[in-house]
C-alpha cells in the first residue's frame, strides 16, 4: 500500500513538472510572437519612421521619433555617442565632438545649420549627456542657441529580430525668433533625416563587425 501511494505521488509530480513547462513555453511564445508586436511597431519593422509632435506650455515644441535598426542596442548606443564623428553623418551638422568625460557624464557640442525655407540659421549647442549603457542615453543643454533643449534616447532591445527600437525624445525652444510651425517643421523634417542617420551607421557597423568575425 505504501509502494502504490509512493508511485502515485512520483506520477502527480512528474503530470505537474510537465504541465508547468507546456505553461512556461507557451508564455515565452506568446511574449516573442509578431502577433504581440504593436501596429506603430509593425509599421516600424516593415522601415516606417513614425515622428509626433506636441505644443509644451512656454513655447516648447515636444517630438518624438522612433525608427527600428537592425542592430544590436550595443552598436546603436555606440553610433549616438560617437559625437566626434556625428559631422561625417549625420545631416546638417557642420562640426561636432566631445569636450570633456569623467566616465559618467560627457560634454559635447555641435554645430550645425538648421530651417527650412527663409527660416535657416546656423546653431551651436554645448550639452551635457549622460545615462545607462545601452539603454537610456540622457541629453540637455548647457549654452548655446536654444533656451531649451532637453531629452533622451531610448534603446529597447528586439530580442526576435536581432534588432533595436530607437525612440528619441525632446523638448525644444529656440532661443532666436522662430513661429511656433517653422520649428515644428523643423522638427518634422530633420527627426527622421537624424533616425535614418543613426540606423545606416550602426546597420553599417553590424555588418562590418560581423564580417570581421
Given amino acids: ?3 502504490l501511494i509512493s508511485m502515485t505521488r512520483r506520477v502527480v509530480q ?4 510537465v504541465t508547468f513547462s507546456v505553461v512556461s513555453t507557451s508564455a515565452i511564445a506568446v511574449n516573442i510572437s509578431p502577433d504581440s508586436l504593436s501596429g506603430d511597431q509593425m509599421k516600424l519593422l516593415n522601415g516606417e519612421i513614425i515622428v509626433s509632435l506636441s505644443s509644451l506650455p512656454d513655447g516648447v515644441t515636444g517630438v518624438k521619433g522612433t525608427i527600428y535598426i537592425a542592430a544590436s542596442p550595443k552598436k546603436v548606443w555606440e ?19 566631445i569636450l570633456s568625460d569623467n566616465g559618467t557624464e560627457k560634454v559635447m557640442f555641435e554645430k550645425g545649420i538648421s530651417g527650412l525655407f ?3 540659421k546656423k546653431i551651436n549647442i554645448k550639452m551635457k549627456v ?3 549603457n545601452p539603454k537610456r542615453l540622457y541629453f540637455e543643454r548647457i549654452e548655446g542657441d536654444f533656451k531649451v533643449y532637453r531629452g533622451e534616447w531610448l534603446l529597447v532591445d528586439y530580442l526576435l ?7 528619441y525624445k525632446a523638448e525644444v525652444k529656440p532661443d532666436f525668433y522662430a513661429p511656433e510651425f517653422a520649428v515644428r517643421n523643423v522638427q518634422r523634417r530633420e527627426c527622421p533625416l537624424m533616425l535614418e542617420a543613426m540606423k545606416k551607421r550602426a546597420e553599417s557597423s553590424a555588418i562590418i563587425a560581423e564580417k570581421s568575425k
Avoid at 512528474?14 to 513538472?17: G, Q, R, S, T, W
Avoid at 529580430?161 to 525612440?167: C, D, K, N
Fill in 14 to 17: 512528474l503530470l505537474l513538472v
Fill in 1 to 3: 500500500m505504501q509502494i
Fill in 161 to 167: 529580430g536581432q534588432g533595436t527600437f530607437l525612440i
Fill in 118 to 120: 527663409i527660416f535657416r
Fill in 79 to 97: 553610433v549616438i555617442n560617437d559625437y566626434d564623428n556625428h559631422k561625417n553623418f549625420v545631416p546638417n551638422v557642420i562640426d561636432s565632438g
Fill in 130 to 132: 549622460w545615462g545607462e
